[in-house]
């Protein structure tokens, strides 16, 4: 049996070990635009590695060693964000931020308020959110920081955008201009075009989501980023959704889903199912459209991360023709069965949905 030195050596040499075997993960993560983003081999060594890291960060936190266990938590960021641990990374973020060391030493608490606020927005938490970048963004306009002020201003601008509050979020977007207009930095214009192409499509603006998307796309694609790129594919499949380019929606959607699941993101995986219950729902496939609304809550609900208020309103207005079709009592019955499918079930559903010719005649109103 270990003696009390003993035991303390070995607990301090597994935290070592994982804080080495997860520093290869610990990417900048204070300015989103600069984040490096994990392949999904990455994720899935991290997630098969979950419980060893979580008995390294424990150990830092009862130590108070500040240093080791905010770099411990941004390598498990990844993990809580992109595979869905969103409470119980925010659990333990609220609890670092809580150290007595922390809460009074700004230099220190700069790095784990970004992804304190990432994870609340993914959990609809869009007040903490708020609060937290708010803070964050003192810090940095204090600090003369005008590239990180920049950056979060437009993170202020996705939160506002996400509480369907557009006017907010292009105040926020331009003031993030006035701060970085001079920066020329290019990953941070993309990350400005990527959020304000999906406030745009919210909007109806459909010509500049498509131009801003576009842009952010490519920038992206140059940059080896599917992650962010599935992003701007799901605002472009939208807009070519509303103008009636189904073949060219559909491309956008697939790939959006091939990207969620490559890094087994739930929440990027129910968004693209979503778009594919719009277009089930223009193309007449009304139980279809349905089913895959039921299915994408059911894995939102699995993520703990709730549809937010500006998407909400995007995909009820694009399901609202399927419902009224099936009645009131039938879609609810049909939402409930699209609910309780299997993933593979759902992922057959969007693989069956097919876009007609002119030639097909007219469009299934039950499949």
Request: glycine share 8%.
């Amino acid at each position: 049996m270990l003696t009390a030195r003993e035991a303390e050596a070995a607990h301090q040499r597994h935290a070592l070990d994982f804080l080495a075997f997860g520093e290869p993960f610990a990417f900048n993560l204070q300015f989103p635009y600069k984040s490096a983003f994990p392949t999904p081999e990455q994720l899935d060594l991290l997630e098969r590695e979950l419980d060893n890291l979580r008995t390294a960060l424990r150990w830092w936190i009862e130590l108070e060693d500040v240093e080791r266990a905010i770099k411990q938590a941004c390598i498990l960021f990844h993990v809580w964000f992109w595979r869905g641990y969103l409470s119980e990374g925010h659990a333990w973020l609220r609890e670092i931020l809580a150290l007595p060391s922390v809460r009074s030493a700004p230099n220190i608490r700069i790095r784990a308020l970004p992804m304190f606020a990432r994870l609340a927005i993914r959990h609809g938490e869009y007040v903490v959110a708020l609060e937290t970048f708010e803070e964050l963004l003192a810090t940095q306009q204090f600090a003369g920081d005008h590239v990180g002020a920049a950056s979060t201003l437009i993170e202020l601008a996705n939160v506002r955008y996400l509480r369907a509050e557009y006017t907010a979020a292009w105040a926020c977007l331009d003031a993030s201009r006035s701060q970085g207009t001079d920066l020329r930095d290019h990953q941070l214009e993309g990350h400005w075009r990527n959020y304000a192409s999906q406030t745009a499509l919210c909007e109806g603006h459909y010509d500049a989501a498509r131009t801003l998307a576009g842009e952010a796309l490519a920038g992206y694609d140059t940059n080896h980023q599917p992650l962010a790129g599935a992003y701007c594919h799901m605002t472009l499949g939208n807009v070519d959704l509303e103008e009636g380019s189904y073949d060219e929606a559909k491309a956008h959607f697939s790939c959006g889903v091939e990207v969620a699941l490559d890094y087994g993101d739930r929440t990027l995986l129910a968004h693209f199912i979503e778009g594919f219950a719009g277009l089930a729902s223009v193309l007449g496939q009304h139980e279809r459209s349905v089913r895959l609304g039921g299915a994408a809550e059911a894995l939102r609900e699995v993520a703990g991360a709730p549809i937010h208020p500006a998407w909400q309103q995007l995909t009820e207005r694009q399901l609202v023709a399927s419902h009224r079709a099936l009645g009131t009592r039938a879609a609810s019955e049909v939402w409930a069965a699209g609910k309780s499918l299997s993933l593979g079930k759902a992922l057959e559903e969007v693989k069956c949905l097919s876009v007609p010719t002119c030639d097909d005649g007219a469009m299934d109103s039950t499949s």
